[in-house]
């Protein structure tokens, strides 16, 4: 008897198992559990700094089984650390109207690419005595991120006092966000102070120009100021000013440099000296 009581019970516990083991098969078969696929050339990906970023996903295409094409669903996840070669290693994601979502990675070059450069506003000469601040002067600028002045850090590499007289050279190096590093050695030099009553202005203070290139010291010659008189400078300079430059610049062996002016002017029994630097970086 108690049997028998029990048998509806067990039928009605069979037939939700049966129903929960069917929607549980029923709900494998429809859901979506597939992510796209991510097609492309595994070449290496060449695009100009200056390209429209949609370049970027030139040549690639994404399928999905249900979904079909959903390229318009590719997008930049990162971008790495540049390479010896100047490669970019590029993760991208796609996924599809379920949400599974799949990761390649492809190799990219910016084919006029440029490790970040620096600049100077003014040369690293200082009267003995006074404040020295290299940070107002030396900037760098890299193609990708722009201005990146605020990451230079520099070390002096000199023995002896930075703040004693003569030429003392300083490391300063940067790198941008993509791990690429520059370094520059430029000589900052204290010179006696009141030994110039004049300034020399150039039109640059650091160049960088290629290897085998042509150099001429007196194109970066701007303006000569003494008292309250500007005189704007050229290549041919006029008898009474006295210009000397010291530095070899090889043209043909990539380095670093240096480039000293003196320039002097005599009116009325009076001499006016100028000193300048420039940096002439030549490039292999």
């Known amino acids: 008897m108690k049997i028998k009581n029990k048998l509806p019970l067990l039928v009605f516990l069979a037939i939700v198992l049966a129903l929960f083991a069917g929607y549980r098969l029923w709900k494998d078969c429809t859901t979506d559990v597939m992510a796209p696929v991510i097609s492309f050339d595994d070449s290496v990906l060449e695009v100009s700094i200056h390209d429209d ?27 790495g650390v540049i390479n010896d070669d100047h490669e970019f290693a590029v993760t991208y994601a796609a996924f599809d109207s379920a949400g599974n979502v799949t990761k390649v990675r492809r190799n990219m070059r910016y084919v006029d690419y440029e490790s970040p450069r620096f600049t100077l506003s003014a040369p690293l000469l200082y009267p003995y005595g006074r404040e020295m601040n ?63 009553n004049a300034e020399l202005l150039l039109t640059d203070y650091l160049v960088y120009i290629p290897a085998g290139e042509s150099f001429n010291p007196n194109a970066y010659l701007q303006y000569f100021k003494y008292d309250d008189t500007s005189v704007i400078l050229g290549d041919t300079l006029p008898p009474a000013y006295r210009l000397t430059t010291r530095g070899n610049v090889n043209t043909s062996v990539p380095g670093v440099y240096p480039v000293s002016y003196t320039l002097a002017y005599t009116v009325d029994n009076f001499t006016f000296t100028a000193y300048s630097k420039l940096i002439v970086i030549v490039e292999g």
Do not use: C, W
């Open 53 to 79: 970023p949609s370049k970027m996903f030139q040549g690639m295409t994404v399928t999905d089984d249900r979904d079909g094409d959903v390229s318009d669903s590719l997008m930049i996840e990162k971008i």
């Open 134 to 196: 290299f940070v107002d002067r030396i900037k760098a600028i890299d193609l990708i991120d722009g201005n990146i002045s605020h990451r230079i850090k520099f070390t002096v590499i000199s023995e002896g006092t930075i703040t004693n007289e003569g030429i003392h050279e300083v490391l300063f190096r940067v790198t941008n966000s993509y791990g690429d590093t520059s370094e520059l050695i430029i000589p900052a030099e204290i010179y006696p102070l009141g030994e110039y």
